[in-house]
């Protein structure tokens, strides 16, 4: 059962398009994450919302954009994507009367920025 | 703020051996404490989480951390290591207030040799 889904899975863009990734999650949770991996670096935080009208920086939100359309969506954007925001993407949920900070992850974005 | 130190990049064991990965996390509470895994061309999936109470905690998979606040660490162990058990495997540390986000390591690859 896919509760947290990430479209699309894979993609490759040039330099300087625009790139939109989307979350969707059947968890009913409010809070969702973006977060980015990169080899040796482990998971950073891009973006966080507590609900729709609550969004939030992390720690590498420069150059990323988001949007909370729904209690169930949140997508990320790249207004004009570059070489170095080649990773794995990926989203995540929380519910905010649940076990303390735990997160329940998409199965990634894998980008590729040329 | 908190912070979290894998200290391993790369482990490879035996098929059969135990295996300990270790993990260093820097909080001035009692943090709330996770390890997950990352098979190859997955998403995260939690392996267990410390929250509180009983400082030896178990998981899914056969695999079991140890809280100890006196070294500030979370040491995931399995006394017996499949070849399925290859992946890259994180610790995260999250914390009290700080609106469920997460801190995670960078990570440890697994390598099971047969």
């Known amino acids: 059962d896919a509760d947290v889904t990430q479209t699309p899975r894979n993609r490759i863009t040039k330099t300087g398009k625009r790139i939109m990734l989307e979350c969707s999650q059947t968890?009913?949770?409010?809070?969702m994450y973006w977060y980015r991996q990169d080899p040796g670096l482990g998971l950073r935080l891009i973006y966080y919302?507590?609900?729709?009208?609550?969004?939030n920086k992390g720690e590498i939100s420069d150059g990323y954009s988001v949007s909370r359309q729904a209690q169930a969506k949140f997508s990320l954007s790249l207004e004009s994507a570059i070489p170095n925001q080649t990773a794995l993407y990926f989203c995540?949920?929380?519910?905010?009367?649940?076990?303390?900070?735990?997160?329940?992850f998409g199965p990634g974005t894998r980008l590729t920025v040329l | 703020a908190q912070s979290v130190t894998q200290p391993d990049i790369h482990i490879t064991v035996s098929e059969g051996a135990s295996l300990e990965l270790r993990c260093n996390y820097s909080?001035?509470?009692?943090?709330?404490l996770f390890w997950y895994v990352q098979s190859p061309g997955q998403g995260l999936q939690l392996l267990l989480k410390?929250?509180?109470?009983?400082?030896l905690v178990q998981g899914i998979k056969g695999f079991e951390a140890e809280f100890k606040r006196s070294q500030s660490s979370f040491n995931l162990r399995k006394p017996s290591v499949h070849w399925s058990d290859a992946a890259e495997y994180f610790c995260?540390?999250?914390?009290?207030?700080?609106?469920?986000?997460?801190?995670f390591g960078a990570g440890t690859i697994l390598r099971v040799k047969s």
């Open positions: 995540a949920t929380s519910d905010l009367r649940g076990s303390y900070n735990e997160q329940f």
């Open positions: 968890k009913g949770h409010d809070r």
């Open positions: 919302s507590f609900d729709v009208k609550d969004i």
């Open positions: 909080y001035g509470a009692t943090p709330y």
């Open positions: 410390y929250f509180s109470g009983d400082t």
């Open positions: 995260a540390v999250g914390a009290h207030g700080y609106g469920n986000k997460l801190v």
